[in-house]
């Protein structure tokens, strides 16, 4: 008799182990929150958004001819009408057309590890190296042949120092001059850097730092890989690789829409494998990269 009284004992304790690790699961996870998220989006979707849940995906996992791999980050020139990404194991500043052919590589000298790339203004960029957490704003030309860190402007700031899980990702806000800078994890944060770069040399270097902790705290997702700052709507799209998701933040910072980077979303035949890069142009089309040598574009 004992033996068929432990049988349903064993049961309901394996039955409660399993949903406490659903639980914690879900809560690793940020799943409850995103699943809430869906919920209520669905239910009253955002009509002063960018609508994120609109777009498709019109190109789809092209390979970028000539690189191997690498590939990280993603902004939009809108003076010359393409796009810049990065490589880091050998640092390259890559320009690409809007279909995603390489038209120029600059070699980079003494960038450690560049993870993102920003356009500032005419000719002028931010890179990050990740490791040591510096900006480095560089000055492009058709003349240049490399670009050298020791010859650019820099800002070290050295805040939560954490080896491979620093500075992942740039956003430039031109009209606030605000420069967002996306630390990937342990924490995820999104700093906003004031006063870098410095253009006006009749003015004092005064540089701040601001963080918006509740802005923070509302983002459910794993990791931050890619930033972008639309002008119009004054919103940041926030980019997750291993949450596989685009989150569109309004101007408080509340999560609006979403983009999902999974198979069976916005028009995906195939999961994004490592998304990497965002970038947004003056239309509202969407690209992103992935590694290893990924390109997509997504219209609404």
């Known amino acids: 008799m004992r033996r068929y009284v432990r049988l349903p004992l064993i049961a309901l304790i394996v039955s409660l182990l399993a949903v406490l690790l659903l639980g914690l699961a879900g809560q690793h996870y940020r799943l409850f929150e995103r699943g809430w998220f869906n919920f209520k989006t669905y239910m009253q979707p955002a009509e002063d958004g960018i609508g994120l849940n609109h777009y498709r995906a019109v190109i789809e996992a092209q390979p970028i001819e000539g690189l191997a791999a690498d590939i990280s980050a993603l902004t939009y020139d809108p003076d010359r009408k393409t796009l810049f990404t990065v490589t880091n194991k050998s640092p390259e500043l890559i320009e690409l057309s809007l279909d995603g052919r390489i038209l120029r590589r600059v070699p980079l000298t003494g960038f450690g590890d560049p993870e993102a790339v920003e356009y500032i203004s005419h000719g002028s960029y931010v890179i990050t190296d990740e490791r040591q957490q510096r900006l480095i704003r560089v000055r492009l030309n058709d003349d240049t042949l490399f670009l050298d860190a020791k010859d650019a402007e820099q800002l070290s700031l050295g805040i939560g120092l954490n080896g491979n899980k620093g ?134």
């Open 167 to 300: 500075f992942e990702g740039l956003a430039y806000d031109a009209a606030g001059k605000r420069l967002f800078v996306a630390k990937e994890r342990d924490p995820m944060l999104i700093y906003e850097v004031q006063g870098f770069p410095h253009d006006d040399p009749q003015q004092p270097y005064a540089v701040h730092v601001v963080q918006n902790r509740k802005r923070d705290a509302r983002l459910f997702v794993r990791d931050l890989s890619s930033l972008q700052f639309d002008e119009r709507s004054g919103h940041l799209l926030a980019l997750s690789d291993e949450s596989q998701l685009v989150l569109e933040l309004d101007v408080k910072g509340k999560p609006l829409s979403s983009l999902s980077l999974r198979k069976g979303f916005q028009g995906l035949s195939k999961s994004v494998p490592q998304a990497e890069g965002i970038a947004m142009d003056d239309a509202g089309v969407l690209y992103v990269v992935s590694e290893p040598n990924l390109f997509y574009v997504f219209k609404r």
